[in-house]
């Protein structure tokens, strides 16, 4: 077979994908629309992109960002990590400084949901590249046919306990596809625990996840794996679902 061409299966799965894909896609604009909105926290060191706004400057916004996730992540003391020695919730990190935060909020501003999408070339510590080692790290990007300057890197895509299943976590997700295509990184990479279900919430939206990854990390009590999504795998129904998120996310809602 040659290289690249598809089994008849992977046809199959790829159809249902671009089927579910569109479905989720159609629930979650019609969310952002009248139930919540979705932010993308632009560092001061990145393009700005034109027809995005944002109300909150940087600095306080993830200083909001990393509260919000560490009592989340806390999980009632299961990570205690995440508790600081005065009591409140802290989760800073490196990663953090030039990176994109993806913010789901609702009507009066409250945090439902966010994901860091910080730019490989420009860490001292990927989280990735700490999990697989620098050996196989290096020969991932090999496979992946693509240098470090065109990958985005996922991390703490943390949704509130009582909005999972509201579609906060689908919204996140496809403003993350359209922040690849903004800042022509089209390939995203993760570390992704699968206790708790990051996993699945990637690979829902085709990410796939690399054979042999998986392994207990105890810091998080969770073991955790490595996904990969590559847009320029994407069959045309799902470029079509980010096309009509790219509108939303602009706030052109008379273009879906």
Not at 29 to 33: D, K, P, Q
């Given at each position: 077979?040659?290289?690249g061409q598809?089994t ?5 799965s790829?159809d ?9 896609t159609?629930?979650a ?5 009248t139930t919540?909105?979705?932010?993308i926290?632009?560092?001061?060191d990145?393009?700005?992109?034109s027809g ?11 200083q909001?960002i ?8 806390y999980a ?5 990590f ?5 009591g ?18 609702d ?11 910080a730019r ?6 990927s ?9 196989r790290?290096?020969?991932l990007?090999r ?9 985005l890197?996922?991390?703490r ?7 999972r ?8 997700l ?8 903004w800042t022509?990184r ?13 996993n ?6 085709g ?5 042999g990854?998986s392994?207990y990390?105890?810091?998080y009590d ?6 990969t ?5 994407l ?5 079509q679902c980010?096309?009509?998120a790219e509108r939303?996310?602009r706030?052109?809602?008379d273009?879906f």
């Open positions: 077979m040659a290289r598809k008849e299966a992977e046809t199959t790829l249902e994908l671009g089927r579910w894909m569109w479905e989720t159609t629930l604009l019609e969310n952002m629309r919540f909105r979705v932010e926290q632009v560092p001061v990145a393009e700005q992109f995005v706004s944002s109300s909150r400057r940087f600095e306080p916004a993830v909001e990393r509260a919000f996730r560490a009592e989340i992540l009632a003391g299961r990570r205690p995440f508790r600081s020695a005065n409140g919730f802290a989760d800073s990190e490196e990663a953090d400084t030039h990176a994109y935060h993806i913010t789901c909020r009507k009066s501003g409250g945090l439902l949901g966010c994901l860091r999408l490989p070339d420009l860490l001292r510590s989280a990735v590249e700490a999990h697989l080692g620098p050996k790290a290096a020969r990007v496979e992946l046919g693509i240098d470090r300057t065109r990958l890197e996922a991390g895509l943390v949704v509130a306990a009582d909005q299943r509201q579609g906060v976590a689908a919204a996140i496809l403003t993350a596809l359209v922040l690849g295509r022509g089209p390939v995203i990479w993760a570390t992704a625990g699968e206790r708790d279900g990051q699945s919430y990637f690979t829902r939206f990410s796939s996840v690399l054979p990854s392994r990390v105890p810091v969770d073991t955790v794996c490595v996904v999504h590559d847009q320029r795998l069959v045309p129904l799902i470029q980010i096309g009509m939303a996310v706030g052109a809602d273009q």
